[in-house]
């Protein structure tokens, strides 16, 4: 690696001491966690990216030059931040798109702002990531803020309706791993669940790699809770759903927020029997209304043939709808410097349910996109499908008997 | 009433889980002198080997032992005799521990590697299955667990008790020097210690791979409790591991309950300070030494 590095800077080098300005493509940097833990996410975000990119190509590339990605590994924070001055410095990148997971991008970003070059997050959902008061850093993905709204909003209009009972008589508990992402959405749940009047019960917070959660279960059982609300990883989405059936503890509805709750491998896991009608909250996926998401089939298609597998997770749509409304703004900007790229940037209009994962684009005064959203989903035979809001379900929510 | 019950028997449950990833470090701690930090890696390596086993055999989870126990028995004995022992002499005996800290390492990011960072479930058999006992559920698979660490306790017990060559480890462990003298190949007996230790480590995983999902951490927390466990008890006693992991899984299952589940660690650890304060050599730890050239 070191070696083809330093090969790599060598040849680029000696090119930019002959290179002629004909020969110009513009580099844009792809960093993201290509090993390690989060390796399996990175690659599915970076992929969405990747058909972006390719998509432009074949219309002529951004103002008449193809575009190139240089990818950087942001396997740890440090090495997001190395990384992030790597293609800065040494790639000569004129933008920056990652980065899947909230910390490296808070900390890759930094280095950018510092820099002055433009940094598009296409996934990562922390609050911080945009309440920095940046300039450079723009998100086009929704965020833990959204994930919490949308949690109770669905609560609210449709589980309560479909359980034929009034939303305030509901009595909710609150279940999260205790780092910042469950943290964070925790606290939203619980705003937003009381500026609508909800009924909190209790709010309990564990470490993700705990092995035992018999008593939380116990503790949510006796407090005869309807709907749990969970926000995990995989080990302790397997963990409860696995331990509250065990015993014998049947809440109306079990909400997660993402993470372990969208991937099959936990359905794998507990079971057909117990992941069916579970809820959840995540970016848009595969079983959805596409009149609300035009252009997804033909995103899955385009998938399949370079990767040659279905899509993994919702990750790489997401960040091609971002890549590609930033790639496309870029396009029609007056050049390729940072000020030019945030103008036309800044300029992006685009209104919900015309992308193919039905995020629109409109940022606000902390480049955060307001027009992308969560979707409210349920595990109907063994498959993720789409129910809230409305305009996007693919099917009706199925709660109760 | 039904709740203290159920309560009770969690934690119950709770200690046996605790108990049986104990025992073998203690083993190796209280006779090998050495703090095995890849303790838990050794587990996850087994648990793994009990996914392979089940799901390429099509086999019960449990049968998996015949095979996981002397892989992880010849697996503990190659880390003593290639690791460990070359170090035995060092001028500073820290060494050895960074060795272990470096193995646990290499075993967590080659699992990553290997198995990639989605984890593993091994078919739970049957034995994620509630048993109704009066007012109580609790599972097959830790009833079994339970059953398992009260057997091994009993068993190496006996063995170190009775046996010639568990004499020569109790030997080994109370002087090695002296040990040295009387004729025992001291080398011989750290290794298979270790071995032992790691095989205890090998029944553990067979009977816990179809309960937990397997995953490259899995071994990070429970070292943690493993080793509360086994200085609660007294190093290197093995009925004070197992009395330890139940003190252990009572106080994290009560106060997870009655207090909050973000305190049961605050819980768990401001007992084992206590406990330590008063009792520095742990519930039943004698006086021993844990010099390596006594």
Redesign the interface.
């Known amino acids: 690696m070191g070696w083809s590095k330093t090969l790599k800077a060598t040849v680029a080098a000696a090119a930019m001491m002959t290179a002629t300005p004909a020969l110009a493509e513009v580099t844009f940097g792809a960093l993201f966690p290509f090993s390690g833990g989060l390796a399996l996410l990175g690659e599915e975000s970076a992929r969405g990216l990747e058909i972006a990119v390719d998509e432009i190509n074949a219309r002529g590339g951004v103002q008449g030059e193809p575009v190139v990605l240089e990818r950087g590994d942001a396997v740890d924070n440090n090495q997001a931040i190395g990384e992030a001055r790597r293609l800065i410095s040494r790639e000569n990148v004129v933008a920056i798109f990652g980065s899947y997971s909230s910390s490296r991008s808070i900390a890759a970003s930094q280095v950018a702002e510092l820099a002055g070059i433009p940094y598009f997050e296409l996934g990562a959902v922390a609050d911080e990531v945009t309440g920095r008061g940046f300039d450079y850093l723009y998100r086009l993905n929704p965020t833990a803020e959204d994930m919490g709204e949308m949690i109770i909003e669905m609560i609210v209009e449709q589980v309560a309706p479909a359980l034929d009972i009034d939303p305030t008589e509901l009595t909710i508990g609150i279940l999260h791993e205790d780092s910042s992402y469950g943290t964070s959405v925790a606290s939203h749940q619980n705003r937003f669940a009381a500026e609508a009047g909800l009924n909190i019960v209790t709010t309990l917070s564990y470490p993700a790699n705990i092995v035992d959660m018999s008593s939380l279960v116990l503790d949510l059982k006796e407090r005869e809770v309807d709907v749990v609300l969970q926000t995990s990883y995989q080990n302790d989405s397997v963990l409860f759903l696995r331990q509250r059936h065990e015993a014998g503890f049947e809440p109306a509805a079990i909400i997660g927020s993402g993470g372990g709750y969208s991937m099959q491998q936990t359905a794998d896991a507990v079971g057909t029997d117990l992941i069916e009608g579970v809820l959840n909250i995540d970016f848009t996926q595969y079983v959805v209304n596409t009149e609300f998401t035009p252009g997804l089939e033909e995103f899955v298609e385009t998938y399949r043939a370079k990767y040659g597998e279905d899509p993994r997770s919702g990750h790489s749509l997401t960040n091609y709808v971002g890549a590609l409304a930033v790639l496309e703004a870029i396009d029609s900007a007056e050049g390729l410097e940072p000020a030019q790229i945030r103008s036309a940037v800044d300029a992006i209009d685009i209104p919900a349910g015309t992308t193919a994962s039905g995020n629109g684009v409109w940022f606000d005064e902390n480049n955060q996109n307001q027009r992308a959203r969560m979707m409210g989903l349920q595990w109907q035979d063994s498959r993720l499908v789409t129910v809230h809001p409305a305009d996007a379900a693919a099917s009706e929510l199925r709660l109760g008997d | 009433m039904e709740?203290f019950l159920?309560?009770l028997v969690?934690g119950l449950m709770?200690g046996g889980?605790f108990a049986i990833i104990g025992i073998g470090l203690t083993l190796i701690f209280g006779i090998v002198k050495v703090i095995n930090f890849a303790h838990g890696e050794f587990l996850m390596v087994g648990m793994y080997a009990a996914f392979l086993l089940t799901t390429a055999l099509d086999v019960h989870p449990y049968t998996t032992a015949i095979a996981v126990i002397p892989l992880l028995f010849v697996f503990g004995m190659l880390t003593q005799r290639f690791l460990i022992q070359p170090l035995m002499n060092a001028r500073d005996d820290h060494i050895q521990i960074f060795v272990t800290v470096g193995l646990s390492t290499a075993l967590i990011n080659l699992a990553?590697l290997v198995f990639?960072?989605?984890?593993a479930?091994t078919p739970p058999s049957g034995l994620?299955t509630?048993l109704e006992i009066g007012p109580v559920?609790v599972?097959v698979g830790q009833l079994v667990v339970f059953g398992a660490a009260t057997l091994l306790v009993v068993g190496l017990t006996l063995y170190l008790n009775n046996t010639q060559f568990g004499r020569a480890i109790r030997a080994v462990a109370q002087n090695r020097a002296a040990a040295r003298l009387m004729g025992i190949n001291v080398n011989w007996v750290y290794i298979v210690t270790f071995g032992l230790g790691a095989a205890c480590v090998g029944l553990a995983a067979s009977l816990i791979a179809p309960l937990?999902?397997t995953?490259?951490?899995i071994g990070?927390?429970?070292v943690l409790i493993a080793f509360v466990v086994v200085v609660l008890g007294g190093m290197g006693s093995i009925t004070g591991a197992f009395l330890g992991a139940m003190v252990i899984g009572l106080i994290?299952?009560f106060s997870?309950?009655y207090i909050?589940?973000?305190l049961?660690?605050v819980a768990v650890f401001t007992v084992f300070l206590l406990i330590l304060i008063l009792r520095p050599q742990g519930l039943f730890g004698g006086r021993q030494t844990l010099s390596h050239v006594s």
């Open positions: 709740v159920q309560v969690n709770l889980l990553l990639g960072a989605e984890f479930t994620r509630a559920r599972l937990y999902p995953s490259q951490t990070t927390y429970f994290d299952s997870a309950y909050g589940s973000d049961r660690e």
